[in-house]
């Protein structure tokens, strides 16, 4: 997003057919801090077009281990 250049889009994917679950778009991003999170929440959740936000959540990577 050109108006949040700290942001990383990590991840950008969109589902085959009917093989994922509903929205069928996916996209992770990094933010820097939490505080960050308030503006860009408030600009998506105003846009229709050319995408939808349907549902969004935070996560926080804790630890690096592989079960």
């Known amino acids: 997003?050109?108006?949040?250049?700290?942001?990383?889009?990590?991840?950008?994917?969109?589902?085959?057919?009917?093989?994922?679950?509903?929205?069928?778009?996916?996209?992770?991003?990094?933010i820097p801090e939490f505080a960050t999170l308030h503006a860009v929440a408030d600009e998506l959740s105003q846009l229709d077009v050319p995408i939808e936000l349907d549902s969004a959540a935070t996560y926080s990577d804790f630890g690096r281990e592989i079960l």
Request: charge should be positive; avoid cysteine; hydrophobic fraction near 45%.
């Open 1 to 30: 997003m050109r108006r949040h250049p700290d942001l990383v889009l990590n991840l950008l994917a969109q589902r085959i057919g009917k093989l994922a679950p509903d929205p069928g778009g996916l996209a992770v991003w990094t």
